[in-house]
C-alpha cells in the first residue's frame, strides 16, 4: 500500500492564482484532513471529511475549498493564492476517529 | 476552538537521558491523546495514544501520561537516541467529534 500520497510536493504560485493540491489514499479510510504548517507552528486543520460526499471546515477554512467525490481523493483547492497562503499542507486519513491519523509527506507550497 | 499548548518549544538531552516532552489541553471534553513525532522534511508519525479512561500507557521506549485533573499530558523517552531528534505534538480528539487538534510542537535534539 502507498498509503496517503500527495502531490505536487513542491509548487511556486504568483499572487491570484489558483492550485489544486491532491491527496489519495488507498487504505479505504472514511475520514480525511487537510492541515497547513507554518514556519516552527503546529497544524491548523483546514477542513476534513468524514465521507465521500461530506466536507465540512475546520480551523483556518478561509481562502480554500475541497471535495470528496470519492473514498480515495481529497483535493484542496486555492482560488486566489496569497503570501499567507506560503506554507507546508499535509493530508491525512483515518480509519477511525480513535485511531492513528497517517500522514502525507507533505506538500510545500510558496506564494510571491 | 480547542486548544492544546506546549510549555517548552525546545528541549536538549545527552545521547542515552531519559527525556520528558509536556503538553497542557484545554478542552476537558476530550477523551483520546495522541503523540506524533516529525522529522525534518517529512508527515508526522504515530508514535504512542491514550484514551482519557486511562493514566499511562506504555510502548517501546516511551511512555505517556495523563493527568486529567491539571489537563496535563507527557511524553517519556527512554535512553534517547540521536535517532529521536525531531519535532513532537500532542493532539487531541472527542470521540464524538471529527476533528484532531494539534498543538505547536517541541523541537528535540539529541546531543552525543
Same mark, same amino acid.
Request: proline share 4%.
Given at each position: =500500500?502507498?498509503?496517503?500520497?500527495?502531490?505536487?510536493?513542491?509548487?511556486? @504560485?504568483?499572487?491570484?492564482?489558483?492550485?489544486?493540491?491532491?491527496?489519495? $489514499?488507498?487504505?479505504?479510510?472514511?475520514?480525511? %484532513?487537510?492541515?497547513?504548517?507554518?514556519?516552527?507552528?503546529?497544524?491548523?486543520?483546514?477542513?476534513?471529511?468524514?465521507?465521500?460526499?461530506?466536507?465540512?471546515?475546520?480551523?483556518?477554512?478561509?481562502? %480554500?475549498? *475541497?471535495? !470528496?467525490?470519492?473514498?480515495?481523493?481529497?483535493?484542496? !483547492?486555492?482560488? #486566489?493564492?496569497?503570501?499567507?497562503?506560503?506554507?507546508?499542507?499535509?493530508?491525512?486519513?483515518?480509519? !477511525?476517529?480513535?485511531?492513528?491519523?497517517?500522514?502525507?509527506?507533505?506538500?510545500?507550497?510558496?506564494?510571491? | 476552538?480547542?486548544?492544546?499548548? @506546549?510549555? #517548552?518549544?525546545?528541549?536538549?538531552?545527552?545521547?542515552?537521558?531519559?527525556? &520528558?516532552?509536556?503538553?497542557? %489541553?484545554?478542552?476537558?471534553?476530550?477523551?483520546?491523546?495522541?503523540?506524533?513525532?516529525?522529522?525534518?522534511?517529512?508527515?508526522?508519525?504515530?508514535? &504512542?495514544?491514550?484514551?482519557? =479512561?486511562?493514566?499511562?500507557? $506504555?510502548? $517501546? !521506549?516511551?511512555?505517556?501520561? #495523563?493527568?486529567?485533573? *491539571?489537563?496535563? #499530558?507527557?511524553?517519556?523517552?527512554?535512553?534517547?537516541?540521536?535517532?529521536?531528534?525531531?519535532?513532537?505534538?500532542?493532539?487531541?480528539?472527542?470521540?464524538?467529534?471529527?476533528?484532531? %487538534?494539534?498543538?505547536?510542537?517541541?523541537? @528535540?535534539?539529541?546531543?552525543?
Amino acid at each position: =500500500n502507498a498509503g496517503v500520497t500527495q502531490t505536487p510536493k513542491f509548487r511556486i @504560485l504568483k499572487i491570484g492564482q489558483s492550485m489544486t493540491l491532491q491527496c489519495t $489514499q488507498d487504505m479505504n479510510h472514511n475520514y480525511m %484532513y487537510w492541515y497547513r504548517q507554518d514556519p516552527g507552528m503546529g497544524l491548523k486543520l483546514i477542513y476534513y471529511s468524514v465521507g465521500a460526499g461530506i466536507t465540512d471546515k475546520g480551523e483556518v477554512p478561509n481562502g %480554500y475549498n *475541497v471535495s !470528496r467525490s470519492t473514498t480515495e481523493d481529497f483535493p484542496l !483547492r486555492l482560488e #486566489l493564492a496569497a503570501p499567507s497562503q506560503t506554507s507546508v499542507y499535509f493530508c491525512a486519513s483515518t480509519r !477511525r476517529l480513535t485511531g492513528e491519523l497517517f500522514f502525507g509527506e507533505g506538500s510545500r507550497l510558496t506564494v510571491l | 476552538g480547542e486548544s492544546v499548548g @506546549l510549555h #517548552l518549544p525546545t528541549l536538549s538531552v545527552q545521547e542515552g537521558d531519559n527525556s &520528558i516532552i509536556n503538553c497542557a %489541553y484545554s478542552n476537558s471534553a476530550s477523551d483520546y491523546f495522541i503523540w506524533y513525532k516529525q522529522e525534518s522534511g517529512k508527515g508526522p508519525q504515530f508514535i &504512542i495514544d491514550i484514551r482519557s =479512561n486511562m493514566d499511562k500507557r $506504555q510502548g $517501546q !521506549r516511551v511512555t505517556v501520561l #495523563l493527568n486529567k485533573t *491539571v489537563k496535563h #499530558l507527557s511524553l517519556q523517552i527512554a535512553a534517547t537516541q540521536p535517532g529521536d531528534s525531531a519535532v513532537y505534538f500532542c493532539a487531541e480528539n472527542k470521540s464524538t467529534g471529527n476533528q484532531f %487538534y494539534f498543538g505547536t510542537g517541541t523541537s @528535540l535534539t539529541v546531543i552525543p
